[in-house]
């Protein structure tokens, strides 16, 4: 099982990002996936998620507006388009994948907002 998530990088505040996270050796369609994000000294927290089918989605109030996570099941892949990004969203973001028999998680990728 691998979830490997790319596209992070250092963007000027106001600026936009895609993050990928491309999954593989387990059954992509039948897992709820998710974006979490964790600055150093603070507890990870849910930053999207969207279903298996993709059609429910859920965002944290702080990003509510500004991201959208997608998803292709055609190529097990995951997406979160982050725009009119702040410093506060600088964080290492995860994915994850879940249902009720297993859980998932990516390795991480950096993405560091400031001028």
């Known amino acids: 099982v691998q979830l490997v998530e790319s596209g992070g990088g250092l963007v000027q505040p106001g600026g936009s990002l895609r993050l990928s996270c491309a999954a593989s050796?387990?059954?992509?369609?039948?897992?709820?996936m998710s974006w979490y994000r964790q600055d150093p000294g603070k507890e990870r927290e849910l930053v999207a998620i969207?279903?298996?089918?993709?059609?429910?989605?859920n965002y944290a109030e702080s990003v509510k507006g500004r991201f959208t996570i997608s998803r292709d099941n055609a190529k097990n892949t995951v997406y979160l388009q982050m725009n009119s990004l702040k410093p506060e969203d600088t964080a290492v973001y995860y994915c994850?994948?879940?249902?009720?028999?297993?859980?998932?998680w990516g390795q991480g990728t950096q993405v560091t907002v400031s001028s």
């Open positions: 994850k994948a879940w249902n009720l028999a297993n859980e998932y």
């Open positions: 050796g387990f059954t992509f369609r039948r897992y709820d």
């Open positions: 969207i279903a298996r089918a993709g059609g429910s989605t």
